[in-house]
């Protein structure tokens, strides 16, 4: 299950880049370019960890994964939201493009995830 997530996850970036980046490029500055990737990587990386955590407790009970799988959702969002802080108060960020790349990836990669989730629970049922 996890193999497939990060084939379906990698797709849906490289096809997400493929049309977000050329439009980057043309119409905005390389600034808006570097921060709208800078606001993939986050979302990537908690979404490689937290589905490698439910595909671990996928073979457990039903309380032990949906523990891991509401838990890993708020640890994500107060993480997303101490960096989005610490990125503000710290640096010179152009919120627009993170912010939306941000949740757009987090949105992106949260829906795969649900499919799989929903996909794998009609498997065990």
Known sequence: ???GFLKVAGLATVLAWLLLAPLLYVFTTPDVLWWAAAGCLPAVLFFIYEFYTLSRADHQDLILFMQAFLGGMIVRLLVVGVII???IKFTNVHLTSFVFSLFGFYMLYLIIELYFVVKGSRQHA
Request: hydrophobic residues 85%.
């Open 1 to 3: 299950m996890f193999n």
């Open 85 to 87: 802080f610490l990125l």
